[in-house]
């Protein structure tokens, strides 16, 4: 009998160090409020590295900008969130949630120019997923950047089961992201908006001066 607890308290130790492993391993938010970004005056209040240590990005929610990790040999970028314009969730090739700004038309239009490289872009990082076996996700970034306005942060890419531990865990992180951009891309419209209403104004004022 005592045998028999042995090994199943084995099993149960074996268990849960498993799923510490795993847990320890998972792609994780790293939030900080004191640390300077280095070669930058930006101090992040949330910070994510990709799993591939190639994307990576923060945000200051209280000061409305976002910084961009594009690679190892390129200094990080920042953007007010007035550039920000959108943030898809890509699971195994497909979009399972966007958010993209509406407004001003420049910005909509430009977002709109850039669907077939996005289409082209998921489509080359998750050839492995959508062949079978692979599990990837991924969040991409659109900045109103001419050069390089699409940034993919990766947070998955192995071949492990969907559904698993790993996969809900990388999940989770990767669509607790693109709910912070998305809700960034609301206050950027909404600011645009604002922005918009106020130039109007001066233009009408400025319009009654003249007038005779």
């Known amino acids: 009998m005592d045998i028999i607890f042995l090994f199943l308290g084995l099993i149960v130790t074996i268990t849960i160090g498993g799923l510490f492993f795993i847990l320890g391993h998972t792609p994780q938010k790293q939030n900080t409020s004191t640390e300077k970004i280095e070669g930058t005056d930006f101090i992040p209040t949330q910070m994510y590295m990709g799993d591939n240590g190639l994307g990576g990005l923060a945000v200051n929610e209280r000061t409305h900008q976002i910084c961009l990790f594009k690679s190892h040999s390129s ?62 996700i991924d969040l991409l970034v659109m900045v109103y950047e001419p050069d390089e306005p699409i940034l993919a942060i990766n947070f998955l890419d192995m071949d492990t089961q969907e559904g698993g531990i790993l996969f809900e865990k990388s999940l989770s992180t990767a669509k607790h992201w693109h709910d912070v951009l998305d809700g960034l891309i609301l206050q950027a419209d909404q600011l645009a908006q604002a922005q918009s209403v106020e130039t109007s104004k001066k233009e009408a004022k400025e319009m009654a001066k003249t007038a005779p």
């Open 75 to 136: 200094p990080p970028e920042l953007f007010p969130i007035a550039d920000l314009i959108g943030s898809y969730l890509i699971k195994n090739g497909e979009i399972v949630s966007e958010g993209k700004r509406s407004f001003p038309n420049q910005v909509v239009t430009f977002s709109q120019d850039l669907h077939r490289q996005k289409e082209s872009l998921i489509k080359n990082l998750h050839m492995d997923s959508l062949q079978g076996g692979n599990q990837r």
